[in-house]
């Protein structure tokens, strides 16, 4: 049996970037927003299902995706999961936000 | 938002550009969970703008403290390397949660730290990891070929040296503790604090030394 992507150690790979990039807002507000929902009071999820739901992402997601990026992605899965909001919602929300960025080019 | 940045993506990295249009899906995906979760008062656009704050407020200065207290206290490191947790709580320092091992450093044995499952840090210590703990390259090679990871450091390791990778999970969490620079004989353990380095921390790199500590670096 292979390892799954995320079980990456000693895996042949390349130099080691080590610029140190400052976080954008984006990558701020998906931490803050998923620390948020985790921790008391609120408590949706647990630590180890975010774990769970980060590895679960399909290999070319996972490996192509930013750090930041698979936390979005797994925390729009985890919010389904936990019934707080649909699939439906998130779909319509998204081209709705996207249609704004198109027409306005920026946020309300 | 002027019209010439209403189509210039590359725009949406840059940190301080809080109304810079996303440059990447998942970005529009950000916006829209969140007003999702605002609007049903799960989350509060408060209370996502304190954790920032809170977050950009970590730094590794904690650590660095905890260091120079096991530098110029033996019993405090004795009792930091039997049980971390409770060796950070004395300096009032929270870590709940996992587990907090230290690890020292000495002439002969060297300790790094990877997670190669993920990104597993001592946030709390060391505030936020670098991009580089994260990326597949370090948690890949880290563990297979540690001394060339460590060469790209600049840290050269004296074959001599034995090098012990540890690999943090999501229950245990590392400390290193570096070598205490020679020359600092007599230094204050608040002098002592600046030379424990974020990275020494980690164990890519030694503590600064005496005529490095000009401090730019992290």
Known sequence: ?108 | MTTAHRHDRTHAHAATADHAPPGHEWEFLEIALRELLIEKRVLTAAAIQARIDAVEGATPIQGSRVVARAWVDPAYKARLLADGNAAVAELGYGFDGPKLVALENTPARHHMVVCTLCSCYPKPLLGLSPAWYKSREYRSRAVSEPRAVLAEFGTVLPEDVELRVVDSTADCRYLIIPLRPVGTEGWTETRLVDLVTRDSMIGVAPARTPQTDHGTDV
């Open chain 1, 1 to 108: 049996m292979s390892a799954r992507t995320h079980d990456m150690g000693g895996a042949p790979a390349g130099p080691i970037d080590r610029s140190e990039p400052p976080v954008t807002l984006t990558e701020q507000r998906v931490d803050a927003m998923m620390a948020l929902l985790r921790e008391p009071p609120l408590g949706l999820f647990s630590t180890d299902a975010m774990r769970r739901a980060i590895e679960d992402l399909a290999p070319d997601v996972y490996l192509g995706s930013a750090y930041y990026e698979r936390w979005c992605y797994a925390m729009r899965d985890l919010l389904v999961e936990t019934g707080v909001l649909t699939d439906a919602e998130i779909a319509d929300r998204l081209a709705a936000v996207q249609q704004r960025f198109e027409t306005e080019g920026a946020p309300p």
